[in-house]
């Protein structure tokens, strides 16, 4: 049984990160230990000729726990867990914590989760879960499972309905503001109910790929309310999770809304974590209908997607989470958007027009208004690489003051 803990969110000196995760590691058995021998998994630490030990790895808790190789497979919220590496499966679950209860809002021990590979698994996961759920409860068929979400959702959701056999029904929003448009939203939801037997798994994104938009919950479940819809609602905060719940403490999206059941975030987006860091959420109970029973030589089975997985990514989100705590990283946030804001005023100041969500660090520049060149030299990301209609600038860590002067000086 992995160990559940309750300590509040809060930031630790390099000392103390160093400390919690030596001690994560002394935990977990070792491939290098020769009294308590692990001899019967595939794994062991990394291959010595190309990573090898050095001395400043003593310092450096992530690399120090890359090289132990421990595997995850499998969710540590919930059940057994393997017994190998439970020191590091705590922290994993510490991190679940930390985003459903401290981020997120919801109530103590009431959230499952895990690192997943990233916003794509995360989503696959979520519409798989709701899909087996429907399927046990209702009777559907995949196909009879509509998946609810607006133009600007993220590819992956196209992804998950291929995989899954879901009808995917995408909806336009509005093209000044971004938001769903609740007459084609209602007409999906009529047409669908006139084929007969369905069920909707709804995506609402807490921060669109393209303009960091925020979808509004309320409109969308009156409408489904009043359809007498059955239906199951999952947030893909991929780009969004790891600033808006810190930027704007009065996030109407949240795991505080019990109409929500499950959460995507990305910590290698905006919390600056390595590749390989998803974060999938979701309520307590709903995992059951993805418990794969033959992955019997996994203790505690298998609920996840992936399988096998890196503990020590796991690691990175936890130290990064504690590294600044939430103060810290409110901190970190409001600088980001101070300097999105100064962004904004340059393009406004040279009527370029965009839009960008408010709390977030997204700017959309409208195609037309765009030099190529600066398009090109500046590597934005355009919403279609053929035809361009958006160019997009995400104010990250290294885009400071003296990079956004250097771009507005293109007009
Ligand atoms: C909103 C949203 N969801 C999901 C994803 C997919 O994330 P990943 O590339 O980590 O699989 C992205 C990636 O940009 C995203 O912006």
Same mark, same amino acid.
């Given at each position: 049984?992995?160990?559940?803990?309750?300590?509040?969110?809060?930031?630790?000196?390099?000392?103390?990160?160093?400390?919690?995760?030596?001690?994560?590691?002394?935990?977990?058995?070792?491939?290098?230990?020769?009294? $308590?021998?692990?001899?019967?998994?595939?794994?062991?630490?990394?291959?010595?000729?190309?990573?090898? +030990?050095?001395? /400043?790895?003593?310092?450096?808790?992530?690399?120090?726990?890359?090289?132990?190789?421990?595997?995850?497979?499998?969710?540590?919220?919930?059940?057994?867990?393997?017994?190998?590496?439970?020191?590091? !499966?705590?922290?994993?679950?510490?991190?679940?914590?930390? %985003?459903?209860?401290?981020?997120?809002?919801?109530?103590?021990?009431?959230?499952?989760?895990?690192?997943?590979?990233?916003?794509?698994?995360?989503?696959?996961?979520?519409?798989?879960?709701?899909?087996?759920?429907?399927?046990?409860?209702?009777?559907?068929?995949?196909?009879?499972?509509?998946?609810?979400?607006?133009? +600007?959702?993220?590819?992956?959701?196209?992804?998950?309905?291929?995989?899954?056999?879901?009808?995917?029904?995408?909806?336009?929003?509005?093209?000044?503001?971004?938001?769903?448009?609740?007459?084609?939203?209602?007409?999906?939801?009529?047409?669908?109910?006139?084929?007969?037997?369905? %069920?909707?798994?709804?995506?609402?994104?807490?921060?669109?790929?393209?303009?960091?938009?925020?979808?509004?919950?309320?409109?969308?479940?009156?409408?489904?309310?009043?359809?007498?819809?059955?239906?199951?609602?999952?947030?893909?905060?991929?780009?969004?999770?790891?600033?808006?719940?810190?930027?704007?403490?009065?996030?109407?999206?949240?795991?505080?809304?019990?109409?929500?059941?499950? /959460?995507?975030?990305?910590?290698?987006?905006?919390?600056?974590?390595?590749?390989?860091?998803?974060?999938?959420?979701?309520?307590?109970?709903?995992?059951?209908?993805? %418990?794969? !029973?033959?992955?019997?030589?996994?203790?505690?089975?298998?609920?996840?997607?992936?399988?096998?997985?890196?503990?020590?990514?796991?690691?990175?989100?936890?130290?990064?989470?504690?590294?600044?705590?939430?103060?810290?990283?409110?901190?970190?946030?409001?600088?980001?958007?101070?300097?999105? $804001?100064?962004?904004?005023?340059?393009?406004?100041?040279?009527?370029?027009?965009?839009?960008?969500?408010?709390?977030?660090?997204?700017?959309?520049?409208?195609? $037309?208004?765009?030099?190529?060149?600066?398009?090109?030299?500046?590597?934005?990301?355009?919403?279609?690489?053929?035809?361009?209609?958006?160019?997009?600038?995400?104010?990250?860590?290294?885009?400071? +003051?003296?990079?956004?002067?250097?771009?507005?000086?293109?007009?």
């Amino acid at each position: 049984m992995s160990v559940k803990t309750s300590a509040p969110w809060q930031r630790l000196s390099s000392e103390e990160l160093e400390e919690r995760v030596r001690a994560a590691l002394a935990e977990n058995a070792s491939y290098r230990d020769r009294d $308590e021998p692990v001899l019967g998994v595939p794994g062991t630490v990394l291959d010595r000729r190309v990573f090898y +030990d050095a001395p /400043f790895l003593e310092h450096a808790p992530f690399l120090s726990c890359m090289l132990e190789n421990p595997n995850h497979i499998g969710c540590h919220t919930l059940g057994l867990s393997e017994p190998i590496f439970p020191g590091t !499966q705590a922290l994993e679950v510490e991190v679940v914590r930390v %985003c459903a209860e401290e981020l997120l809002g919801a109530d103590p021990g009431t959230v499952d989760g895990y690192v997943a590979t990233g916003g794509t698994e995360a989503n696959i996961q979520a519409l798989w879960v709701f899909r087996n759920r429907f399927r046990e409860r209702y009777g559907v068929t995949s196909e009879q499972v509509v998946v609810l979400h607006s133009e +600007d959702t993220h590819y992956s959701i196209h992804k998950a309905c291929d995989l899954l056999g879901l009808t995917p029904a995408t909806l336009p929003v509005d093209p000044a503001t971004r938001a769903l448009q609740l007459g084609p939203l209602r007409e999906a939801v009529a047409a669908a109910q006139r084929r007969g037997p369905v %069920c909707f798994a709804v995506v609402l994104n807490l921060g669109t790929t393209m303009f960091g938009s925020v979808d509004r919950l309320d409109p969308v479940l009156e409408v489904l309310e009043a359809a007498q819809a059955r239906y199951e609602v999952h947030v893909d905060a991929a780009f969004g999770g790891f600033i808006y719940p810190l930027t704007h403490p009065a996030n109407p999206l949240s795991l505080r809304r019990p109409e929500v059941s499950s /959460f995507t975030l990305d910590a290698h987006k905006m919390l600056q974590a390595p590749y390989g860091t998803g974060v999938y959420l979701v309520r307590k109970g709903y995992l059951a209908s993805v %418990c794969t !029973q033959e992955a019997s030589y996994v203790r505690g089975h298998d609920y996840t997607l992936c399988g096998s997985r890196s503990g020590a990514n796991a690691v990175a989100v936890w130290l990064i989470l504690h590294a600044y705590g939430p103060e810290g990283g409110r901190e970190f946030l409001a600088q980001l958007l101070a300097r999105t $804001e100064r962004l904004c005023a340059g393009l406004d100041a040279r009527r370029v027009a965009y839009f960008r969500e408010p709390h977030m660090n997204v700017v959309a520049l409208r195609a $037309e208004d765009v030099p190529p060149a600066a398009a090109r030299r500046f590597h934005l990301v355009p919403d279609d690489h053929h035809a361009p209609r958006w160019w997009k600038v995400v104010v990250m860590d290294h885009v400071d +003051d003296e990079l956004i002067e250097r771009f507005l000086a293109a007009w």
